[in-house]
């Protein structure tokens, strides 16, 4: 078996704290129809005569696609290792070993992990800026990635992910975010923490809403959202200056916009509730039961700046279509007191016509 030693130079200009142009040396094991054992013993062979090419010289790794089910032991005396790619091997476990080693990036993607095969404690990677993990068998979030306060950039899509933790903002320094091809049904609103992200990617998921903390993204230009169940888009995102790549394309609010509001009769409690509330009526003093107090005191405003009336169980949803960097019109979602608000409401397009046009606006990507 032959192996092949690769010299090249390289730097990350984009990095405040990158090293000037440095030298890299690289063992590549790459198609080599290698299992471990093998790869093992490939590792035992290496020379020890020549300066350049003893194994702590070595600062990156190649061994996509092979047959590796596992990290061979005896890669520790690789002790400068700065690139892993370990893609498209079928690995199900990950030793605690390789958190020893400085790197800055780790490519497992396309394996067969899942949390327990991951190392228990990672904060030993303080260096690691690039982890892909793409298309391995994570059904939940692997929680040791959030001791790598380092990481920039993280990709964990095509998983079984259902759910994100909170603690995701734990990762402050991430610059690209990666969740498309999970099954994710909701991300927290602790996203809106990750003030350095500049692409966030969640398409081919379940979600059905964003949180309004996203327009804290100041920093973001690419949010990928295909594919998934969106109706509408928080008011909030119209802020997000930065945003030049927005893909909204097989999603509800694309596919079939509203266009027929169902109106149901409100009950007889929220019609008097109405009076008593448009008409300021103080009912402050009067002996009413508990709960028709908190239901009083649960009113909404109508967003229609020209109706003075509320609301409370009965609402008319309505979408309005909003300016957004100058370049095309989102749909967000209203809510109304009544459907007479869709009508007398301005600035509002309303009909299939306007909406098939604002259709072809929204479609990007």
Known sequence: MSYNYGSSSSSDSSDSDSFKTVSIKTLDFSYSSLDSKTLAGQFELLPNNDLNKRPENIDTLLLYHNNLSSFPINASKFTNLRLIDLSNNRLTHLPQEITSFPLTTLIARNNLLTVQSLPKDMSGLKNLKVFNLSGNQFTNFPMQILDVHSLKYLYLGNNLLDQIPREINKLCKLHVLSLGGNVLTEIPDTFGHLYELEALILSDNLLESLPASIANLKMLKSLLLHNNKLRTLPTEIITLKCLSQLSLRDNPLVIRFVSDMMYNPPSLLELASRTLK????????????????????????????????????????????????????????????????????????????????????????
């Open 278 to 365: 448009v008409h300021e009526i103080d009912y402050s003093q009067e002996p009413l039961p508990q709960n028709i107090v908190q239901y009083l005191n649960s009113a909404h405003h109508c967003v229609n700046p020209k109706c003075k009336g509320v609301f409370f169980d009965n609402r008319i949803e309505h979408i309005k279509f909003v300016d957004f960097c100058g370049k095309y019109r989102v749909p967000l979602l209203q809510y109304l007191c009544s459907s007479r608000c869709i009508t007398n409401s301005p600035n509002v397009m309303y009909g299939n016509i306007k909406n098939e046009d604002m259709m072809k606006k929204v479609l990007l990507g």
